[in-house]
């Protein structure tokens, strides 16, 4: 059989994927990740202790804030990352706000007068701050990995740091749940390094395991 001939039987009952597909499938996914992320924060670690009064903090809503905006840009990214030849730059740059504005936010509370610049960095878990975040999205970032595995990335290492970059703030959004630092200095070094080991941890693996 000709080559031309065996391409034209394989394509002939084809169905278009049904708009939209991708993006449910990829809601759902990481929908079960993040599940999977909060029964991590909740079984190890555990609600921070002044949950009902923090939720009313300056604080944990710029935790929320910053990590969300994270985790819903780059799953726009992730979106595209499963398909060959997407464009992802206006999302990739849309990344650059979350950033921004904690880094202007830290600039801010650093400058304030009689500021304790070491204690609004450090705070008192800047040890474990990483690592947790980290662990927090292990379950995210598998079931980001699955899903991509099922489309069809050819940029392997780059859809691997994206899935990460997800992850990592997909699990920092929930590890903010546990954690009692709320300054903005702290934010923007810690959790952005845990967010960033995430989405290193994902570019590594991504050339391994979304071979396809």
């Not at 650059?96 to 202007?104: D, G, H, R």
């Not at 009692?180 to 960033?196: N, R, S």
Request: proline fraction near 4%.
């Amino acid at each position: 059989m000709r080559t031309d001939d065996l391409i034209g039987q394989l394509s002939a009952n084809l169905e278009p994927v049904k708009r939209g597909a991708i993006g449910r499938l990829l809601l759902a996914t990481v929908a079960i990740g993040m599940i999977g992320s909060a029964v991590v924060m909740l079984g190890m670690l555990g609600l921070r202790h002044d949950f009902s009064s923090a939720m009313m903090s300056f604080g944990m809503w710029t935790k929320l804030a910053y990590t969300l905006a994270i985790a819903v840009f780059a799953f726009f990214l992730l979106e595209r990352a499963g398909r060959p030849g997407a464009d992802m730059s206006k999302p990739a740059l849309l990344m650059a706000l979350p950033l921004l504005y904690i880094v202007l936010l830290a600039i801010v509370q650093l400058s304030a007068p009689g500021a304790d610049k070491h204690g609004l960095m450090m705070g008192h878990s800047s040890q474990v701050c990483a690592p947790l975040v980290l662990l927090t999205a292990l379950p995210t970032l598998v079931a980001t990995f699955w899903v991509l595995r099922r489309l069809a990335p050819t940029r392997l290492t780059s859809a691997g740091a994206i899935a990460g970059l997800f992850a990592g703030g997909a699990g920092a959004f929930v590890y903010s749940f546990h954690c009692t630092e709320g300054a903005a200095p702290f934010i923007a070094i810690w959790y952005t390094l845990g967010i960033a080991v995430t989405a290193a941890l994902g570019a590594l693996l991504g050339r391994h395991f979304l071979r396809w």
